[in-house]
């Protein structure tokens, strides 16, 4: 037996907070019943409604999925484009992407049916770190990338700090490639970053999500993980 609030954020309803506001509100039944008290608790056979649309308990799985270029982030999508949720035919439970990767960008995503877990990842306050290696226009020197290491003002707020490595530079054809590793999540960041310093991305990875990397896995694969490997570096 679970209290209400937590299955409702592990089923990705909400977070537990906001679960418990929706409990206040009256939105939430259990076999029929309108539940208003927080603190009850229900199992895995109860049947649990928000609004009148049923939720359905699931165990908690996890995966480490390679996302390619040209994939959207969602389990859908209204112009019929592939989605992340289409390297999973034979996941029988409903997954989505935790955060999201730009359609053009590649790399590490993770995907869960577990929204308590999501939540928690996504909050600002683990300052998750993700590791990106981007190909730039030009061949800057590292004093040039100083301003990453300090934050740069984009969408008029400044950046956390942030650490790169130049990998390699090709001045024959005028770009680089830099690894950046950030711990925020913020709308096409690490583009914007690279832009506001002149040097625009023409492509761009994320490599790793925490400690988690691609290693074995090519574009379009995936792996299952267990919980504590998931959160053991939040």
Known sequence: MERLQKVLANCGVASRRKSEDLIAQGRISVNGKVIKEQGVKVSKNDRIEVDGVPVYQEEPVYFLLYKPRGVISAVSD?????????????????IFPVGRLDYDTSGALLMTNDGEFANLFMHPKHEMTKTYVAKIEGTPHNKELKPLQTGIVI?????????????????????SIVELVIREGR????????????????????????????HGLTSGDYR?????KSVNYM
């Open 78 to 94: 209204d112009k019929g484009r592939k989605v992340v949720t289409d390297f999973f035919p034979h996941v029988a439970e409903r």
């Open 187 to 214: 709308n096409h960041q690490v583009k914007k970053m690279f832009e506001a310093l002149g040097y625009p991305v023409m492509k761009l990875k994320r490599e790793k999500v925490g400690e988690l990397t691609l």
């Open 224 to 228: 299952e993980l267990t919980k504590k």
């Open 155 to 175: 969408d008029k707020r400044k950046t956390a700090p942030a650490s790169y490595k130049i990998l390699s530079t090709d001045r024959k054809k005028g770009t």
